[in-house]
């Protein structure tokens, strides 16, 4: 029900997990995909995946948070397939800084937010006149968190700055909606995925505690969040705009709700410790 053919894909951060799954997926609905990806053995990866596969695309090795690097991709994704349809601003990461928000240093912040907002102004300001090209029809789906619709001790900033692609994807879903182009975001819940092996971290004592911890009873996958940006980017949403779609099981719904090891909803914790191996 869904295809893409003889339409443009850009995928930021398309080498692995989350990314990787969507340039996939878009491939497989027929699309031309092109991958920005800063890691070079990823990069590597996912080239020989999309040819292998049959894929018409243009993998480059590169930092979305470099203007010239992405003005150069802009100019390659025109040269190559002459404008583009939709750009999914996949890059993000909490960095492995988790602590209180009094001891971040202003480098530390500036880190996230290049990596969690900034690069998402410089690649979509250097896309939209390539999306403007091909009209009517566009779309820009980025990647959000959970963690911007819900509080996160010790991870302040990064929430913020999740939180911040909120009130971004709003405001540029009316500015371009003239242009036919429309603007949304995916909010996932913890995904398992190469950036956060989740499993892997969960003390082993507290793993048969997952199936009761989300509604749904497990954490997301690479392809449950590329399902949603597909539709996303697709016909079938082609009234949706400047909105955010969970994709987490019911987690925000629940609010801390979850089963105890007797199946009994409680908001109370059952368990010593964090849960984790740390």
Known sequence: MISFKGKTVLVTGGGAGIGRATAEIFGKAGARVAVIEIDPVRAGEVREALEK??????????????????????????????????????????????????????????????????????????????????????????????????????????????????GFTKSLAVELAPAGIRVNLIAPETTETPQVPITQVIAAEHRPHIPRWIPIGRFGTPEDMA?????????????????????????????????????IWTNVPVITGNGMNF
């Open 227 to 263: 399902g949603g940006i597909l539709f996303l980017a697709s016909p079938l949403a082609s009234w949706v705009t400047g909105t955010v779609l969970h994709i987490d099981g019911g987690a925000l719904a629940a609010a801390g709700w979850y089963r105890d090891p007797k199946d």
């Open 53 to 166: 596969a049959g894929v018409e695309s243009l993998v480059v090795e590169g930092d979305v948070n470099d203007g010239a690097i992405v003005a150069a991709l802009a100019a390659q994704i025109e040269t190559r397939f002459g404008g583009l349809d939709v750009l999914v601003n996949n890059v993000g990461d909490f960095l492995m800084l988790a602590k209180p928000f009094e001891r971040f240093t202003d480098a530390e912040i500036e880190r996230l937010y290049a990596v969690n907002l900034r690069h998402i102004f410089t690649v979509t300001r250097a896309m939209i006149p390539l999306l403007r090209r091909n009209g009517a029809g566009g779309s820009i789906v980025s990647v959000s968190s959970i963690e911007g619709f819900r509080a996160i001790p010790n991870l302040v900033v990064y929430g913020a700055f999740k939180a911040a692609m909120t």
